[in-house]
C-alpha cells in the first residue's frame, strides 16, 4: 500500500484539513479522496507529490487538473 493524503480548506479555517490514507494505486486513491471530500475542493497528494487539485464541477462529477 501506498500513503496518500488530501488537503481540503475549510472556508472558515486558516489551515486546511489533512486527511491521510493508503490506497495501492494513485486512481484507487482519488476513489477514496472524492469519498471525504463532501464536494469540497481538494487537493490530491502522494508524499511531497501533488498528484492533482480536484473541484466539484456538479453532484457526482469532478474537474482534475
Known sequence: MRAFHILMKEK????????????????YALVIAQSHAG?????????????????SSAPQLWRLS
Open 12 to 27: 472558515r479555517e486558516d489551515e486546511p484539513i489533512r486527511i491521510d490514507f493508503q490506497a495501492e494505486t494513485p486512481d
Open 39 to 55: 464536494g469540497r475542493d481538494m487537493e490530491l497528494w502522494e508524499g511531497q507529490t501533488m498528484v492533482g487539485s480536484l473541484s
